[in-house]
């Protein structure tokens, strides 16, 4: 492996004590020195970087060029590790920032103190196009023409859509059988992308598709991929926009594979570090009570990313229990059920700079929360409400106060996981225990009941009345 060989970017262990630097040409997952997790980090003092976050507003006059148009390359300044003339983007990060008057009401808010920032907006409805875009830019550079990765289903429909788009690359991707919401599966067949169900779960086809990566050097794709967790900064930089270039005081994410919240307190440490902002916001990340690995360990094990000196034989311990249990995840958030999430250390050290916390929210209070969000504007799916629901019991608590200004990301389109949601609202109390009953879920309290009716004009009219 050679040294870092372009000195403005490159990519650097995250390990404190390892701190070994490689060049952006090279393909890496993971440091070949010491096993670690990688980072893209920047010669800043070297960069043109903007004197104050108002200088991107300069890109809103200028849509017509698809970087400025691009809701991650408008702040590529911030992400500089790709000439211009290599970026790939098909118009990602078009999102909004909702406030949200009935959501915060259930949250436990006051009135104009929570808003929804919708991911689920972008090209393939979910955050990871955000990711995406950068990794295959980072494709495109080292000329890779055949790239893979593992899903829940929501990574596997962005690399799909990335692929189908622009022609660059042939695409595989890696499903747990039977553990994907139809939407999302959809999506990757419509795409045209190569799809292996493995006999497992997502854990299982992470591990496989990490193997099978190495073996005939294709290029990788989940979030173990430092340059995705580039573009995933800048969901962060539009939240700053939305909000006139103020901080909200929490962030509130659900957490899977743990990507989005590290490139979080990656995207606030270099702000604050380069003078941009003068305060880091709170950042809590919400497991589903049925893939809570990160809340085991947090929370209840008190594990630190400790300045890097993490207590390796705790997680050791958690994992080696974890399989002599034969534990698996298992939750209706099918995006985040996921006991083995490789960002972990990432993760600790955005939570030690984002002054974190973490909760594991129940199935039960995910589908309502998310019915909640539904009934109070776009909608997300099951594994996106967790923020929602994570946010409410954080106010219950008191953690998060009434006056705080909180932002819950909802990660992915309401119409990746049509099931769940009609099987919620739906009378049919077999589809209800079928879908929902089996998991743990006992009402649903939010539910919008559709109403059958005989074709008749005047039975229809009375049950208008009714
Ligand atoms: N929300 C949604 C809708 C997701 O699809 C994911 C992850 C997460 C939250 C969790 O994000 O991994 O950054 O903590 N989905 C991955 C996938 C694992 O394969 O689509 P994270």
């Known amino acids: 492996m050679s040294p870092a060989a372009d000195p403005l970017a490159f990519q650097k262990c995250l390990h404190p004590a390892c701190g070994a630097t490689f060049s952006v040409d090279e393909v890496l997952t993971a440091c070949p020195k010491c096993g670690n997790l990688l980072d893209l980090d ?13 200088e991107f507003e300069a890109a809103w006059s200028n849509r017509r060029d698809p970087l400025d148009y691009s809701g991650v ?79 829940t289903g929501n990574t ?49 086809a992470l591990q496989r598709v990490q193997e099978v990566a190495r073996e005939r050097g294709i290029y990788l794709c989940n979030s173990v991929n430092p340059f995705r967790l580039e573009g995933q900064k800048t969901i962060m930089y539009r939240i700053l926009e939305a909000m006139n270039w103020d901080v909200p005081d929490w962030i509130v994410v659900p957490g899977g594979n743990l990507g989005n919240s590290s490139a979080f307190g990656k995207a606030f440490a270099e702000l604050k570090a380069l003078g941009l902002i003068s305060r880091i916001p709170r950042l809590a990340v919400i497991n589903a009570s049925g893939a809570n ?22 997680i050791d311990v958690f994992f080696r229990k974890m399989d002599v249990d034969g534990q698996r995840a298992d939750t209706l958030a099918s995006a985040i059920e996921i006991n083995r999430p490789v960002n972990l250390h990432k993760c600790l050290r955005a939570l030690e700079t984002c002054d974190g916390v973490v909760r594991e929210v129940t199935d039960q209070e995910i589908l ?29 608590e008191g953690v998060i106060a009434p006056s705080d200004r909180v932002v819950c ?55 208008l009345d009714d």
Request: charged share 20%; proline share 4%; hydrophobic share 40%.
């Open 42 to 54: 920047y010669e800043w003092s070297r960069l043109p970087v903007p004197s104050n976050l108002r």
């Open 73 to 151: 390359w408008r702040f590529r300044r911030l992400l500089p590790f790709a000439r211009d003339e290599q970026i790939v983007t098909i118009g990602e990060g078009q999102t909004i920032l909702q406030p949200s008057i009935h959501v915060g009401h259930y949250v436990g808010m006051n009135a104009g103190c929570l808003s929804l920032q919708y991911e689920g907006l972008n090209p393939s409805g979910s955050f990871k196009d955000n990711g995406m875009t950068a990794a295959s830019t980072h494709a495109r550079m080292v000329g890779a023409k055949m790239a893979a990765c593992a899903s």
């Open 293 to 314: 690995t990160l809340y085991q360990l947090y929370e209840q094990q008190g594990l630190r990313w400790n300045g890097g000196q993490i207590d390796h034989a705790k």
């Open 156 to 204: 596997s429909a962005s690399l799909a859509i990335y692929a189908s788009t622009t022609r660059l690359f042939r695409v595989v991707v890696f499903i747990g059988s039977g553990k994907i919401a139809f939407g999302k599966l959809s999506q990757a067949l419509d795409y045209e992308a190569r799809t292996v169900q493995v006999e497992g779960d997502f854990d299982d």
């Open 368 to 396: 309502d929360a998310k019915a909640q969000v539904g009934a109070g504007g776009f909608g997300c799916e099951p594994a996106s409400a967790a923020s929602v629901a994570g946010a409410r019991k954080l106010r219950a």
């Open 409 to 463: 990301i909802l990660t992915g389109h309401q119409l990746k996981d049509p099931d769940a949601t009609v099987a919620y609202h739906s009378s049919d109390r077999e589809l209800f225990e079928k879908k929902l009953g089996t998991r743990g879920v006992k009402t649903a309290e939010f539910a919008n009941r559709p109403v059958s009716v005989p074709n008749d004009l005047d039975a229809i009219l009375k049950a």
